[in-house]
C-alpha cells in the first residue's frame, strides 16, 4: 500500500517549515493542507484534539502532533535515505538537547523582539543574542550542526531564519555583526534545495509580521 501523507500547515509557521524539510529530505510525496488558524478546520479538530494546533502530519489515516516530535517520525519511517538524527545514543540524545532548546529559547524570545517595547524588549534582545552566540559556539567549526550533513538541530533551527529580516528590523539588532558564524551556516542551509523549497521568502514572512504587529497594536 503507497503512504498516504498530509501535513496540516500555516505557510509562516518554523514548526510546519521543519518538518517540511524533513520530508524533502526523504523525498516523500505528500499533500500540503494551508489551514485558516481563525476557523480551523474539523480535520485539524479531529487530529490534534488536545492541542488543536498545526503542523499536525498525518501519516495512513494516524495524526502525529509537535514538530520535533514528528521529524522524529520522519526520520525513524523512512530510515533508508538521509539520517537527521545521528546513530550513537549519545549524540543523538545531543541533538535533542539542541533542538529542544531552540523550541525554548529562540521561538519565544524572537517573538518578543516585535511584540514588545522599551526595558522587555531591551532584555529579548540581550537574551536573543546570548542565544545566538551559544548556538554558535555549539556549531563550532562544523558546516552544519549535524557535521557535514542538514542534521536533526539543523531542521528545527532554520526555519527561524525566515523570521530574522522581522526580529532585525523591529529589534534593531544585527545578527550577522554579532555573530557572522551564524549567518554563515545559515546562508549555507538555504543553498541545499530540500530546505530552500520548504521556506517562504524573509521578506513574505517581514510582511506577515507586520500585519500581526497592527492586529495586536504594537506600532
Known amino acids: 500500500m503507497a503512504d498516504e501523507v498530509i501535513l496540516l500547515d500555516f505557510w509562516p509557521s518554523p514548526f510546519g517549515m521543519r518538518i517540511r524539510i524533513a520530508l524533502a529530505e526523504k523525498g516523500i510525496k505528500y499533500e500540503y493542507k494551508e ?24 501519516h495512513n489515516g494516524k495524526p502525529i502532533a509537535e514538530s520535533l516530535i514528528a521529524v522524529q517520525y ?31 529559547k529562540i521561538y519565544e524570545v524572537g517573538r518578543n523582539l516585535w ?21 554558535e559556539q555549539e556549531l563550532g567549526d562544523k558546516t552544519y550542526f549535524g557535521g557535514d550533513k542538514l542534521g536533526f538541530v539543523d531542521v528545527a533551527l532554520i526555519p527561524f531564519y525566515t ?8 529589534g534593531n539588532i544585527n ?11 545559515a546562508k549555507r542551509c538555504i ?16 510582511d506577515f509580521i507586520v500585519e500581526i504587529r497592527k492586529k495586536i497594536g504594537v506600532e
Request: hydrophobic content about 35%; proline content about 7%.
Open 191 to 206: 543553498q541545499i534545495e530540500s530546505v530552500s523549497k520548504s521556506l517562504p521568502d524573509q521578506d513574505k514572512v517581514y
Open 163 to 170: 523570521w530574522f529580516k522581522g526580529y532585525e528590523t523591529f
Open 35 to 58: 489551514e485558516d488558524l481563525r476557523n480551523k478546520s474539523p480535520l485539524l479538530l479531529q487530529m490534534n484534539p488536545v492541542h488543536k494546533k498545526i503542523p499536525v502530519l498525518i
Open 115 to 135: 511584540t514588545k517595547k522599551g526595558d522587555e524588549q531591551e532584555a529579548a534582545k540581550k537574551e536573543f543574542i546570548e542565544a545566538i552566540k551559544l548556538l
Open 175 to 185: 545578527v550577522e555583526k554579532e555573530s557572522p558564524k551564524f549567518i554563515a551556516w
Open 74 to 104: 520522519i526520520d525513524e519511517v523512512w530510515n533508508d535515505k538521509s539520517p537527521l538524527l545521528p546513530s550513537d545514543p549519545y549524540q543523538r540524545s545531543q541533538a535533542r538537547f539542541w533542538a529542544d532548546y531552540v523550541d525554548k
